[in-house]
């Protein structure tokens, strides 16, 4: 399948599988709205003083009768009258507030030499920033920080929201060690360090990560036991005699919609679905092809599974010019330099140190080479100056 196929593929898969539930404002951190938020109360929801100062009454000087805080029930006023106050107090009725810094006060009595008092004067009035009913987030909104301080002070408690998908990360190869110093034909396990990561960055939980042997009764065991909305494997996916997952997914009655992407490198990655309900993303062994396979399958799924729009497209020039694949897509890494993409010179399927200072993927189109100072797609990394391409 075409690259750009394969990750509508995913995307639409998501799609179709995303779930809601309903948060407590605790919980609800990255989510993503199921409906319009609309407010509870006006905010403020009282006349309320925007400055530390004096609220007075009337042209001065006035004389001091008390003092209102912040959470003071409201009080009246005469004429020539004022009391000190607090920033989010609530504002006498007919009050202005002399700052603090422009009055002085001797023995109880207030004087200014240049204020002149005007009804509301930094006094925020009730409801200037929301109404009561009026809608604060629309649907399909991601609670930020922000988000969530609005949504507590217009009074709600709970939010229904698109919960964040939850992975279990399946790790399959006997070759590989664990810790310490790879011996006797293993090598180091690359993928188990940086799948957690990788999982949280891309929007999502992870509930497992589970090493297992390679034969296809434990590769089964494992996916049917994998209590998740998506399973993440790690190599497997070709047709050597130790890869399993093929036939481990066929026996499970599961439904391949992608096997295999026409994308370098990572071709042998596969999406598919198991039990009619859970996600499957099967990704090649080599570090670098199983990253081109989280970002091409795994990322738009975990998106859309959570809610979240699509990524935007990114268009930067290229440093220096890189070899096309004839009838595949290219995922190259790449760092940003001066809004340009350089990238990267180890950059093979089993390579990472090109990928672990990179920034972004540049998408080279299958086809003739991508000259200098030519527009490729890129796609931001989730760390770094990545973000800012």
Avoid at 80 to 92: F, K, L, Q
Avoid at 185 to 209: C, F, I, N, T
Avoid at 242 to 266: K, Q, T
């Amino acid at each position: 399948m075409a690259w750009t196929a394969a990750r509508i593929r995913a995307r639409d898969l998501g799609s179709e599988s995303a779930r809601r539930s309903v948060a407590d404002l605790g919980h609800a951190m990255g989510r993503v709205l199921v409906s319009d938020l609309h407010s509870l109360v006006d905010l403020p929801p009282f006349d309320t003083s925007a400055m530390d100062g004096w609220a007075v009454l009337g042209q001065g000087p006035w004389t001091v009768v008390g003092e209102c805080r912040a959470g003071d029930p409201p009080r009246a006023l005469d004429q020539r009258e004022c009391v000190r106050i607090s920033t989010g107090a609530i504002a006498p009725a007919g009050s202005a507030v002399l700052r603090s810094e422009e009055g002085q006060e001797l023995n109880g009595v207030v004087t200014s030499t240049h204020f002149t008092p005007a009804k509301g004067k930094d006094i925020r009035q009730r409801g200037e920033e929301v109404r009561t009913g009026e809608r604060i987030l629309q649907k399909g909104q991601l609670l930020t920080p922000p988000a969530l301080g609005l949504v507590a002070a217009a009074g709600l408690d709970t939010v229904e929201v698109v919960p964040l998908p939850r992975v279990a990360v399946l790790v399959l190869g006997d070759e590989l060690a664990h810790q310490g110093l790879p011996v006797d034909g293993h090598v180091r396990d690359a993928l188990s360090p940086q799948l957690p990561a990788w999982v949280s960055a891309m929007g999502a939980e992870l509930v497992a990560l589970t090493r297992v042997a390679d034969s296809q009764t434990a590769t089964q065991r494992a996916l049917d036991s994998a209590d998740a909305d998506v399973v993440i494997t790690t190599g497997g996916t070709a047709r050597g005699p130790a890869d399993h997952i093929r036939n481990a997914v066929e026996a499970a009655s599961g439904r391949w919609l992608v096997d295999g992407v026409a994308v370098r490198p990572g071709h042998p990655m596969k999406l598919a679905v198991l039990n009619g309900e859970r996600a499957l993303v099967a990704l090649p062994g080599n570090p670098l092809a199983a990253l081109s396979g989280l970002v091409t399958l795994a990322w738009p799924l975990l998106d859309a599974l959570a809610g979240r729009t699509p990524r935007p497209s990114l268009q930067r020039p290229l440093v220096a010019g890189v070899d096309a694949s004839p009838g595949a897509h290219r995922l190259v890494p790449g760092e940003m330099e001066a809004g340009a993409v350089r990238l990267t010179t180890r950059r093979g399927p089993a390579m990472l140190s090109g990928m672990a200072t990179a920034d972004v993927l540049a998408v080279v189109p299958p086809g003739a080479r991508a000259e200098a100072e030519s527009n490729v797609e890129v796609l931001a990394m989730p760390w770094g100056s990545g973000l800012l391409v």
